[in-house]
């Protein structure tokens, strides 16, 4: 089979496609036909720098896929072939023609739901509803949300317009700002110009940025808000917010989301449920061949990308 392996951190000319042996399915495991891996934004952090929480060099990357099992490891999981899945890998392996995968952790894709869409929402929508959870988002709430024609931030704004609240997003084209109005968005302000903050109050703030914009966005909130930080495609980091200077207004932070394996399946399991009945829809902006996965992570990193990036297989 064709894999991209990563075998030294760097940029991303250090991706590159060869011939791999095809994985075999052990006792327990289901080989995965891939049409669709995932790619996220601390998978080309850990290609660039070496930090995030995956195997070392050499490997293969890639955390989430969607396609169809094609061989089982142990008869109980024999009902499974033939399936639409999504599924996590374990932290390597994705970025390939075929994956061997636990059984327990595969998810069938209900009818209705695209299997692009499942990928993109195996990931983002699970995180996307956990940050929901932690933001006690209420009709009426004001709520900012950075980053919001990425993969995460184009679905926190369809839920937390469900949910009733104003959203105001932030994004930094004109091309981006159009998508979140159209998601569902009641304001979309370019957060590249600099009084961008100005006129705006939040009851939430939902953090996809860090650095300077979550710091700005942190004195937009009003006494007794929220502010979840979920992500820093800015490169700096989490907000240099002191905990104290929190504690004088009330305001509550949250520095990423995290849940038992369960808890995330659970999630997934709600995102593609709420895809299936029309109420969620994934922005997938673009899709790449396995062997361009190099221009796929310059196209995040040089945020030239739109919502979920995908590499089609």
Partial sequence: MRAVWLRGFGPPETLHVEETADP?????????????????????????????????PPMIPGNGVAGTVVAAGSADARHLIGKRVVT???????????????????????????????????????????????????????VLVEAA??????????LAHAAGAHVTALA???????????????????YRQA??????????VLDGVGGTVAETA??????????????????????????????????????GVFGPPEEQTR????????????????VIGQRYPLDQAAAAHTAMETRAAIGKTLLSI
Avoid: C, N
């Fill in 267 to 282: 999630h997934t399991v709600e995102a593609l449920a709420l895809a299936s009945a029309g109420r969620l829809r994934p």
């Fill in 172 to 190: 930094g084209s004109a091309r981006k700002l159009g998508i979140v109005r159209d998601l569902g968005a009641d304001a979309a302000i370019d």
């Fill in 88 to 142: 996590t890998t374990g932290g390597s392996g994705g970025y390939a023609e075929t994956v061997a995968v636990d059984a327990a952790q595969v998810i069938e894709v209900p009818d209705g739901v695209a299997t692009d869409d499942a990928a993109a929402l195996l990931a983002d929508g699970r995180t996307a509803l956990m940050i929901m959870r932690a933001a006690e988002i209420q009709a009426g709430d004001r």
């Fill in 24 to 56: 075999v399915a052990e006792p327990g495991q289901v080989l995965v036909a891939v049409t669709f891996a995932g790619i996220t934004w601390i998978e080309t952090s850990f290609r660039a720098t070496g930090s995030g929480p995956f195997p070392p």
């Fill in 218 to 255: 942190f004195g937009l909130l009003g006494d007794g808000g929220r502010m979840i930080s979920f992500g820093f495609s800015s490169a700096s980091g989490w907000p240099a917010i002191s905990d104290e200077s929190a504690a004088r207004r009330g305001i509550r932070i949250q520095r």
């Fill in 195 to 204: 009084d961008w903050a100005r006129g705006i109050r939040a009851d939430v």
């Fill in 149 to 158: 024609a990425g993969g995460v931030g184009s679905l926190l704004v369809q």
